[in-house]
């Protein structure tokens, strides 16, 4: 194609190539193709109206009333039609004669953006600044399809509902929790008339009470019984259950009708020493017997005439015996040593007869038993110079003092018959003088406490039987006695002490162990044969003076805390007990007031 000429007819058309009409078209394209909030009309740019002339006819004097003529191209492929802007839009080429540039539009020829119908539904715009995808082939930008906007599914509008009503019952079941969820304390108690308290309302021995949360203080009390009060918390929707039987008050209660000597607990059985000191007597089942107890009231001078549940009994030895000081019991039953202090002319008719002993000696004898057959029952003398004595815990053994005339002082080891002797300690070199004597229950130490004069002297040894190691774990003198406790680790010794309140109860309880450490003085005066270990080793129990003219008190002491729990007992006479023992299961606790045998139920005054 030529070149345009400055000289060139300007009556005659101009050729125009395709490659020009594009260049053109690229020039005059506005900067923005679009613009984001104007949406590109889709679809084929309607043909502009135009009426050909039929005639040539030359050129109008004015420019704007001649409709341009589209210019004559080389045969190409068309440009890809580039839809108008209202604002601006593409002019066609001029015709001969006319200048290019925008020309005015004709009111009937305003443009019209296509409907729906005539291009679909509208596609959406891209966001500003984000280019558009690349027609392939053209190099001509794309438009980018769009999902429309999806309508909330039926399971999202389910799951919200759901959440809602969630939300609503819960506060509603919190606020329910917190103003007028209640516990439950169920009272179960027995007997059933008791007086019952919580926090001051008033209940039965069988109730459900239905409580805000909190805690309460419940009491409960009768007459003659052990006080019960508790305090219990009680907690929403849970139950806390109070199930009692009140403990009875126990009264002593004097098992045998007659007066007796003395009385020991051996292997669970109750012997006395009765009959004016002349037989032995075994206590069987419990009878129901009237009966005068003699005893002074702490109201008034009067002698009570009470009824109480006596014991059988039943001679074990025939009613020859006579002087008996102590007797030291067998594991089994079978033996026991006596001690019988001399006097010939009374003692001539029994079995302890002896006139080579002078009066007044303590003498020591074997009674066989023989299955409590009293026709041939034996004694035998072993001598008058044996001090205290004790048998190994199977009754194989037996171990004792002795101090002979001739100044010897010896611990002796013996068979249960007196024979193959074996001196275990020469007690004169280590000054202990006529101690006293215990064993532990594992057969494995004694204790040794001397009865001297020199009182300050009168320490607590012990004695590993198997070594003959002697150690003196109690350095402080004044000592009175000692005992061990059931596991053989821990022992109980009195030791003097002078009394302002009442002179007459002058010792003082304290426990240490066989190693001796761990020394602790127990809030207790009483003297050793009024005081034992329980069952466990872990308390002491032990009956204590109030004072004179005053009724005792019996004590659980706890040996690691020095606790004091009291077991309690009503009766309107005084009780002061000569002698206590009480029975292997801690349960009772037996005792001699004016010659008579009482037993008591030991009864503390808490509750597990």
């Given at each position: 194609m030529n070149n345009?000429?400055?000289?060139?007819?300007?009556?005659?058309?101009?050729?125009?190539s395709g490659e020009e009409l594009?260049?053109?078209?690229?020039?005059?394209?506005?900067?923005?193709?679009?613009?984001?909030?104007?949406?590109?009309p889709l679809g084929?740019?309607?043909?502009?109206?135009?009426?050909?002339?039929?005639?040539?006819?030359?050129?109008?004097?004015?420019?704007?009333?001649?409709?341009?003529?589209?210019?004559?191209?080389?045969?190409?492929?068309p440009p890809e039609p580039t839809p108008p802007t209202p604002q601006t839009p593409t002019p066609s080429p001029a015709q001969p004669g006319a200048?290019?540039?925008p020309r005015p539009i004709p009111?009937?020829?305003?443009?019209?953006?296509?409907?729906?119908?005539?291009?679909?539904?509208?596609?959406?715009?891209?966001?500003?600044?984000?280019?558009?995808?690349?027609?392939?082939?053209?190099?001509?930008?794309?438009?980018?399809?769009?999902?429309?906007?999806?309508?909330?599914?039926?399971?999202?509008?389910?799951?919200?509902?759901?959440?809602?009503?969630?939300?609503?019952?819960?506060?509603?079941?919190?606020?329910?929790?917190?103003?007028?969820?209640?516990?439950?304390?169920?009272?179960?108690?027995t007997p059933a008339d008791v007086e019952i308290t919580v926090d001051g309302q008033?209940?039965?021995?069988?109730?459900?009470?239905?409580?805000?949360?909190?805690?309460?203080?419940?009491?409960?009390?009768k007459s003659g019984y052990v006080s019960y009060e508790k305090e219990v918390t009680i907690t929403r929707l849970k139950t806390e259950t109070v199930q009692l039987e009140l403990k009875l008050i126990p009264s002593p209660e004097q098992i045998f009708s007659e007066k007796i000597q003395d009385f020991y607990l051996v292997s669970g059985d109750t012997i006395v020493l009765g009959n004016g000191g002349k037989t032995l007597y075994k206590l069987g089942e419990q009878i129901l017997q009237s009966v005068i107890k003699?005893?002074?009231?702490?109201?008034?001078?009067?002698?009570?005439?009470?009824?109480?549940?006596?014991?059988?009994?039943?001679?074990?030895?025939?009613?020859?015996?006579?002087?008996?000081?102590?007797?030291?019991?067998?594991?089994?039953?079978?033996?026991?040593?006596?001690?019988?202090?001399?006097?010939?002319?009374?003692?001539?008719?029994?079995?302890?007869?002896?006139?080579?002993?002078?009066?007044?000696?303590?003498?020591?004898?074997?009674?066989?038993?023989?299955?409590?057959?009293?026709?041939?029952?034996?004694?035998?003398?072993?001598?008058?110079?044996?001090?205290?004595?004790?048998?190994?815990?199977?009754?194989?053994?037996?171990?004792?003092?002795?101090?002979?005339?001739?100044?010897?002082?010896?611990?002796?080891?013996?068979?249960?018959?007196?024979?193959s002797l074996e001196r275990l300690l020469n007690l004169k070199d280590e000054s202990i003088e006529n101690p006293r004597l215990a064993i532990s229950p594992d057969g494995k130490y004694l204790t040794l406490v001397p009865r001297s004069k020199?009182?300050?002297?009168?320490y607590v040894y012990l004695l590993e039987i198997l070594t003959k190691k002697l150690t003196k774990i109690v350095e402080t003198g004044n000592n009175l006695g000692a005992k061990f406790a059931p596991d053989s680790e821990k022992i109980l010794y009195a030791t003097y002490s002078k009394n302002e309140v009442e002179p007459i109860e002058y010792s003082i309880l304290s426990v240490i162990d066989i190693e001796g450490k761990n020394k602790k003085k127990l809030d207790a005066r009483a003297f050793l044969d009024r005081a034992t270990f329980n069952s466990t080793s872990g308390s002491v129990i032990v009956a204590v003076s109030a004072g004179k003219d005053k009724t005792d008190n019996f004590y659980k002491i706890d040996v690691e805390t020095g606790e004091k729990n009291e077991y309690v007992y009503k009766s309107s006479s005084i009780i002061k007990p000569e002698k206590v023992l009480f029975s292997a299961d801690d349960d009772y606790a037996y005792f001699v007031i004016t010659d008579y045998l009482y037993k008591m139920e030991l009864v503390g005054n808490e509750y597990q």
């Amino acid at each position: 194609m030529n070149n345009k000429d400055d000289n060139q007819n300007p009556d005659q058309e101009p050729e125009v190539s395709g490659e020009e009409l594009e260049e053109y078209l690229k020039e005059k394209k506005p900067e923005k193709e679009k613009e984001p909030d104007q949406p590109k009309p889709l679809g084929p740019v309607p043909a502009e109206k135009s009426e050909a002339p039929t005639t040539a006819e030359p050129a109008a004097t004015e420019p704007a009333a001649t409709e341009p003529q589209p210019p004559t191209v080389e045969p190409a492929a068309p440009p890809e039609p580039t839809p108008p802007t209202p604002q601006t839009p593409t002019p066609s080429p001029a015709q001969p004669g006319a200048e290019l540039g925008p020309r005015p539009i004709p009111e009937s020829e305003e443009f019209k953006p296509p409907t729906e119908a005539e291009t679909g539904p509208p596609k959406p715009v891209l966001p500003p600044g984000e280019p558009l995808a690349e027609k392939p082939g053209t190099g001509a930008p794309t438009e980018q399809p769009t999902e429309p906007p999806k309508k909330p599914s039926k399971f999202k509008t389910f799951c919200a509902i759901f959440v809602i009503i969630f939300l609503l019952l819960a506060a509603g079941a919190g606020a329910w929790w917190y103003f007028l969820a209640t516990g439950n304390l169920v009272l179960s108690v027995t007997p059933a008339d008791v007086e019952i308290t919580v926090d001051g309302q008033t209940a039965s021995g069988s109730e459900t009470l239905k409580l805000k949360p909190g805690s309460y203080t419940v009491k409960i009390e009768k007459s003659g019984y052990v006080s019960y009060e508790k305090e219990v918390t009680i907690t929403r929707l849970k139950t806390e259950t109070v199930q009692l039987e009140l403990k009875l008050i126990p009264s002593p209660e004097q098992i045998f009708s007659e007066k007796i000597q003395d009385f020991y607990l051996v292997s669970g059985d109750t012997i006395v020493l009765g009959n004016g000191g002349k037989t032995l007597y075994k206590l069987g089942e419990q009878i129901l017997q009237s009966v005068i107890k003699g005893r002074q009231t702490e109201e008034e001078n009067t002698i009570e005439d009470e009824t109480s549940p006596l014991l059988t009994k039943t001679a074990i030895t025939p009613d020859t015996l006579a002087n008996v000081q102590d007797i030291i019991w067998h594991p089994s039953e079978s033996l026991a040593i006596f001690k019988i202090k001399q006097d010939k002319s009374k003692l001539a008719a029994t079995p302890f007869a002896n006139s080579d002993v002078a009066n007044g000696k303590i003498m020591t004898w074997l009674y066989d038993f023989k299955r409590y057959d009293l026709v041939s029952q034996e004694s035998h003398f072993w001598g008058a110079d044996i001090g205290d004595i004790v048998w190994s815990p199977d009754g194989e053994n037996v171990y004792y003092y002795y101090a002979p005339a001739g100044g010897e002082k010896t611990l002796i080891s013996a068979s249960k018959g007196n024979q193959s002797l074996e001196r275990l300690l020469n007690l004169k070199d280590e000054s202990i003088e006529n101690p006293r004597l215990a064993i532990s229950p594992d057969g494995k130490y004694l204790t040794l406490v001397p009865r001297s004069k020199q009182y300050e002297t009168n320490y607590v040894y012990l004695l590993e039987i198997l070594t003959k190691k002697l150690t003196k774990i109690v350095e402080t003198g004044n000592n009175l006695g000692a005992k061990f406790a059931p596991d053989s680790e821990k022992i109980l010794y009195a030791t003097y002490s002078k009394n302002e309140v009442e002179p007459i109860e002058y010792s003082i309880l304290s426990v240490i162990d066989i190693e001796g450490k761990n020394k602790k003085k127990l809030d207790a005066r009483a003297f050793l044969d009024r005081a034992t270990f329980n069952s466990t080793s872990g308390s002491v129990i032990v009956a204590v003076s109030a004072g004179k003219d005053k009724t005792d008190n019996f004590y659980k002491i706890d040996v690691e805390t020095g606790e004091k729990n009291e077991y309690v007992y009503k009766s309107s006479s005084i009780i002061k007990p000569e002698k206590v023992l009480f029975s292997a299961d801690d349960d009772y606790a037996y005792f001699v007031i004016t010659d008579y045998l009482y037993k008591m139920e030991l009864v503390g005054n808490e509750y597990q």
